[in-house]
């Protein structure tokens, strides 16, 4: 009797070659994951971490979403106290604040002031026109860096700014126990995707510290320009909110910190910081720039 062929295959496991194969499995998981996180999944990734962030929360928790601020500076505040608690030492209503912030790849950057390790307020910056998240005001949905002021509808608070090169402009929507008792900050950060500033001759001479838009100037500034910043702050009450002197000239991140980090900003050369700085020196782009914005304030003048 002929006795039965060898098999191609070898059916005893391997114990080293299966380990050898999850190994290699994982290792391709990761690399793929990685990837897809750094091109493709970045926007999906981080809107997924930031939808995590609340007023309220500990900063240590947004730390292990982003992992450590790039900036980090402290300013001095005071709580508004009661009627009867107005007449209190000035020393006892100080709170030391911690701003902390984050870049956001190429697509924007994160502001959280916190304190006593819990954060008050936090905002977010888009500078990109890949990232736009959607974000709810109240009942309003609105995307940053594409829809205008108008569609939050009337506003009450608002400041203006304009100066040599910064910019800016803010407004403030609270509903009450609808909106948990949480005030929206949105506005135009002059280093944000498509701000578009004020003419310096709209403003309002009444009251140059905290400088408004006449009504109609307003309502035609909101109709065009769009919201890229939006900073969303719990049952935060200091004196400085309440006066419009809290956010200084920039809502949400400051340019001034921030662009020193950027590569053509860099102390020691190389060919990046060199092209980068050819780039921003081109004259048909700068020229390109120029028309753009004439473009836009023509048709902020035209309403």
């Given at each position: 009797?002929?006795?039965?062929?060898?098999?191609?295959?070898?059916?005893t496991?391997?114990?080293?070659?299966?380990?050898?194969?999850?190994?290699?499995?994982?290792?391709?998981?990761?690399?793929?994951?990685?990837?897809?996180?750094?091109?493709?999944?970045?926007?999906?990734?981080?809107?997924?971490?930031?939808?995590?962030?609340?007023?309220?929360?500990?900063?240590?928790?947004?730390?292990?979403?982003?992992?450590?601020?790039?900036?980090?500076?402290?300013?001095?505040?005071?709580?508004?106290?009661?009627a009867?608690?107005?007449?209190?030492?000035?020393?006892?209503?100080?709170?030391?604040?911690?701003?902390?912030?984050?870049?956001l790849?190429?697509?924007?950057?994160?502001?959280?002031?916190?304190?006593?390790?819990?954060?008050?307020?936090?905002?977010?910056?888009?500078?990109?026109?890949?990232?736009?998240?959607?974000?709810?005001?109240?009942?309003?949905?609105?995307?940053?860096?594409?829809?205008?002021?108008?569609?939050?509808?009337?506003?009450?608070?608002?400041?203006?700014?304009?100066?040599n090169?910064?910019?800016?402009?803010?407004?403030?929507?609270?509903?009450?126990?609808?909106?948990?008792?949480?005030?929206?900050?949105?506005?135009?950060?002059?280093?944000?995707?498509?701000?578009?500033?004020?003419?310096?001759?709209?403003?309002?001479?009444?009251?140059?510290?905290?400088?408004?838009?006449?009504?109609?100037?307003?309502?035609?500034?909101?109709?065009?320009?769009?919201?890229?910043?939006?900073?969303?702050?719990?049952?935060?009450?200091?004196?400085?909110?309440?006066d419009?002197?809290?956010?200084?000239?920039?809502?949400?991140?400051?340019?001034?910190?921030?662009?020193?980090?950027?590569?053509?900003?860099?102390?020691l050369?190389?060919?990046?910081?060199?092209?980068?700085?050819?780039?921003?020196?081109?004259?048909?782009?700068?020229?390109?720039?120029?028309?753009?914005?004439?473009?836009?304030?023509?048709?902020?003048?035209?309403?």
């Amino acid at each position: 009797m002929t006795p039965d062929p060898e098999p191609w295959y070898s059916t005893t496991l391997n114990v080293w070659t299966m380990a050898g194969v999850l190994v290699a499995c994982w290792s391709l998981a990761k690399t793929v994951t990685s990837g897809w996180r750094r091109t493709i999944g970045l926007r999906r990734y981080l809107t997924a971490r930031l939808r995590k962030i609340a007023p309220g929360v500990r900063h240590d928790y947004v730390e292990s979403l982003l992992g450590e601020p790039k900036w980090q500076s402290t300013m001095t505040c005071h709580r508004l106290s009661a009627a009867e608690d107005e007449e209190a030492v000035d020393d006892d209503r100080k709170v030391e604040i911690t701003v902390r912030t984050w870049p956001l790849a190429r697509l924007g950057y994160l502001v959280a002031w916190s304190a006593e390790d819990a954060v008050v307020m936090f905002g977010l910056t888009t500078t990109s026109w890949w990232f736009r998240p959607r974000v709810m005001i109240g009942d309003t949905r609105i995307r940053l860096g594409k829809t205008p002021f108008a569609v939050l509808g009337s506003v009450e608070e608002h400041r203006a700014w304009i100066g040599n090169r910064r910019f800016g402009y803010w407004e403030c929507h609270y509903f009450g126990n609808l909106g948990g008792y949480r005030s929206w900050y949105v506005g135009v950060n002059d280093i944000g995707y498509k701000a578009v500033a004020p003419f310096p001759n709209w403003f309002d001479n009444e009251n140059d510290f905290l400088p408004r838009l006449p009504p109609d100037h307003l309502a035609a500034y909101r109709a065009r320009a769009v919201v890229n910043t939006v900073v969303v702050s719990g049952m935060a009450s200091y004196k400085e909110l309440e006066d419009g002197s809290f956010f200084g000239i920039s809502l949400g991140v400051d340019q001034d910190v921030v662009r020193l980090a950027h590569p053509e900003y860099h102390v020691l050369d190389s060919r990046t910081g060199r092209a980068r700085r050819w780039v921003r020196d081109w004259r048909w782009l700068s020229r390109f720039k120029d028309r753009r914005w004439e473009k836009k304030y023509r048709a902020l003048q035209d309403r």
